[in-house]
DNA sequence: CGCTAGTCCTGTCTGC
DNA sequence: TGCAGACAGGACTAGC
């Protein structure tokens, strides 16, 4: 569920238990971890040195060499509660309890989240995408993307190996800030639209920070409470509700398997 | 290599 | 109230 904007709101959070440090760590869930060697014993007594995002990742620095890193999938929470308060609901998998009486706690029902331990960070992220609120993402970089390729650009914009964090509610809207239909295949927008959508997708995932993220449904920041991105979905499960540009109904296809909502009217 | 469909999992909502 | 079916902010993979 989480995208990049709702796990940028997270990270900022946690940052204020930058410099605290781990008294234990309780896993719940051994499924969760996605490597077969998690040595726990070596996170015990480490000092949290920085808190960072990258694409839909959440990232401990733990040191030079250690790097605890989560993953939301489609239903995860990361959330911090008193360590004196009992950790209630269902499905939390990971309580990390910290020497400032904070427990951040790792939640995710459907499991498609996960937990790594990572040495080398640049490596494990080798394979993503530039970051699309960067500097490296520029219109030139999104053409390169998108050219000689037909696969619909929506597919493209959810592929985290050449964007990372786009998710499917930012792409939806993205798409609709730059008036370009969803399955429109990539190598036929034009140079204009290129840069429209680049422009696009920058604005939307500000904004998306700005309000603290899109609870949809289940999705909550780290202190446990909802976003506000929710109220100015253009698009994003507005199906047979009016457009507000033009007052045509939004449509809902299927596009790689995943809902798209779109305008036929707005969109081109 | 590019692309699509299927798969993992639990919870919630809709319609009969 | 029960129950089946669809659907959900993600991302691998198998196969064409």
């Known amino acids: 569920m989480p995208e990049l904007p709702e796990v940028e709101t997270i990270v900022r959070a946690l940052q204020t238990n930058v410099g605290a440090s781990?008294?234990?760590?309780?896993?719940?869930?051994?499924?969760?971890?996605?490597?077969?060697?998690?040595?726990?014993?070596?996170?015990?007594?480490?000092?949290?040195?920085?808190?960072?995002?990258?694409?839909?990742?959440?990232?401990?620095?733990?040191?030079?060499?250690?790097?605890?890193?989560?993953?939301?999938?489609m239903s995860g929470r990361f959330y911090m509660q008193a360590a004196t308060e009992e950790p209630v609901e269902k499905h939390i998998h990971v309580i990390m309890n910290l020497n400032n009486g904070i427990s951040l706690i790792y939640q995710d029902p459907r499991r498609f989240g996960g937990v790594w331990l990572v040495r080398d960070r640049e490596r494990f992220f080798s394979n993503m995408g530039?970051?699309?609120?960067?500097?490296?993402?520029?219109?030139?970089?999104?053409?390169?993307?998108?050219?000689?390729?037909?696969?619909?650009?929506?597919?493209?914009?959810l592929n985290q190996h050449l964007i990372s964090g786009i998710g499917n509610i930012y792409a939806d809207e993205s798409l609709f800030t730059a008036g370009i239909r969803p399955d429109r295949p990539a190598a036929s927008l034009s140079r204009q639209e290129i840069k429209k959508l680049h422009r696009s997708i920058r604005?939307?995932?500000?904004?998306?920070?700005?309000?603290?993220?899109?609870?949809?449904?289940?999705?909550?920041?780290?202190?446990?409470?909802?976003?506000?991105f929710q109220d100015y979905l253009k698009v994003y499960g507005r199906q047979n509700q009016p457009c507000q540009q033009c007052g045509k109904l939004i449509q809902r296809?299927?596009?790689?398997?995943?809902?798209?909502h779109f305008c036929t009217n707005c969109q081109r």
């Open 22 to 73: 781990i008294k234990n760590i309780e896993i719940r869930r051994k499924d969760i971890l996605r490597l077969e060697e998690f040595p726990t014993a070596e996170l015990h007594g480490r000092t949290i040195k920085n808190i960072r995002r990258r694409g839909k990742f959440l990232i401990f620095e733990l040191g030079s060499d250690l790097n605890l890193i989560f993953h939301l999938g």
């Open 130 to 157: 530039r970051e699309p609120l960067s500097s490296g993402f520029t219109a030139v970089y999104l053409e390169g993307i998108l050219k000689q390729r037909k696969a619909p650009v929506k597919n493209l914009l």
């Open 203 to 228: 604005k939307v995932l500000r904004q998306g920070i700005k309000l603290r993220g899109t609870t949809f449904r289940d999705y909550r920041d780290a202190f446990n409470e909802s976003g506000g």
């Open 253 to 260: 296809i299927r596009i790689a398997g995943r809902s798209t």
